[in-house]
């Protein structure tokens, strides 16, 4: 049983920081490719960042990318995502979501309960 939770959420002015940790608990946390998600009031979950289970690699969305960064610490099952330069427009709830890093065609299976992002104008 894989769990994660997410913290760091809270209420920013634009143009300041945030960063948002996801505990991991689970035998396996070395292996998953782990992910953020986030979803705006009224819209569709979208797709912000991941990291490999290596740590050697992200990608990011392209609306995130140059202000966010993602890094994990394997040894503390904890991946962060520091948020610089937010804007309103960063706005949701963020989840933190967890895949099989070993397969190609895994998907996102374990979601966290979210952590509401504010950003005000």
């Known amino acids: 049983q894989v769990q994660l939770v997410e913290s760091g959420g809270g209420l920013v002015q634009a143009g300041g920081s945030l960063r948002l940790s996801c505990a991991a608990s689970g035998p396996t946390f070395r292996t998953y490719t782990m992910g953020w998600f986030r979803q705006a009031p009224g819209k569709e979950r979208e797709f912000v960042a991941a990291?490999?289970?290596?740590?050697?690699?992200?990608n990011y969305a392209d609306s995130v990318k140059g202000r966010f960064t993602l890094s994990r610490d394997n040894a503390k099952n904890t991946v962060h995502l520091q948020m610089d330069s937010l804007k309103p427009e960063d706005t949701g709830v963020y989840y933190c979501a967890a895949r099989n890093g070993l397969v190609l065609t895994a998907t996102y299976d374990y979601w966290g309960q979210g952590t509401q992002v504010t950003v005000s104008g």
């Open positions: 990291i490999s289970w290596s740590g050697g690699s992200t």
